[in-house]
T-cell receptor, first 113, second 114 residues
Framework: GQQVMQIPQYQHVQEGEDFTTYCNSS?????IQWYKQRPGGHPVFLIQ?????EVKKQKRLTFQFGEAKKNSSLHITATQTTDVGTYFC?????????????FGDGTTLTVKP | KAGVTQTPRYLIKTRGQQVTLSCSPI?????VSWYQQTPGQGLQFLFE???????NKGNFPGRFSGRQFSNSRSEMNVSTLELGDSALYLC?????????????FGEGSRLTVL
């Protein structure tokens, strides 16, 4: 079945440093979504990428979808303490069935002030 | 517009008991999916319902079941509870089926099995 791998599992950074999490799928994806879960909270949708090679920005966050639509990344520039949380990617397989929602295991970001 | 509502928020059960969790999606959303979240295990997909039909199912034993009603509200049931079933159970709704659009998550139901 489809697998979505996310690395790293944990990332500790000093405030102001950059942060990147990577998501890799074993199969070609129709789209990929990113979610953020604050400690003690629930996942909140950040963005959806659909097109091959797509790049989207949200302030300090940059999201990329690979050319082969099998990988994606989320990059945060100059992290702040408000960026703390776990970032999940979720990939939708590229087949006729809408398919299961497959989430990566998440990358937990801690930011030291 | 009200968000996704899950009840109960917290519950404690003992091994062998059964539990029913409820999820009310955002008004107008026809898809409801359920996830199990445990520390270090990420979000494990349980099942997805769309228009009262189970469309997809994850790799969980038959003790885990669910259903969706005509008003799109959904319930999931876990029978013969085991210690390993302790987790946060998250429900998510969306207007369409599968990852066709944003998933809106509820606060979750935190189940502790003793």
């Amino acid at each position: 079945g489809q697998q979505v791998m996310q690395i790293p599992q944990y990332q500790h950074v000093q405030e102001g440093e950059d942060f990147t999490t990577y998501c890799n799928s074993s199969t070609t994806l129709s789209n990929i979504q990113w979610y953020k879960q604050r400690p003690g909270g629930h996942p909140v949708f950040l963005i959806q990428l659909v097109k091959s090679g797509e790049v989207k920005k949200q302030k300090r966050l940059t999201f990329q979808f690979g050319e082969a639509k099998k990988n994606s990344s989320l990059h945060i520039t100059a992290t702040q303490t408000t960026d703390v949380g776990t970032y999940f990617c979720a990939g939708r397989p590229y087949n006729t069935n809408a398919g299961k929602s497959t989430f990566g295991d998440g990358t937990t970001l801690t930011v030291k002030p | 517009k009200a968000g996704v509502t899950q009840t109960p928020r917290y519950l404690i059960k003992t091994r062998g008991q059964q539990v029913t969790l409820s999820c009310s999606p955002i008004s107008g959303h026809r898809s409801v999916s359920w996830y199990q979240q445990t520390p270090g295990q990420g979000l494990q997909f349980l099942f997805e319902y769309f228009s009262e039909t189970q469309r997809n199912k994850g790799n969980f034993p038959g003790r885990f079941s669910g259903r969706q009603f005509s008003n799109s509200r959904s319930e999931m049931n876990v029978s013969t509870l085991e210690l390993g079933d302790s987790a946060l159970y998250l429900c998510a709704s969306s207007p369409g089926q599968g990852l066709t659009g944003e998933l809106f998550f509820g606060e979750g139901s935190r189940l502790t099995v003793l």
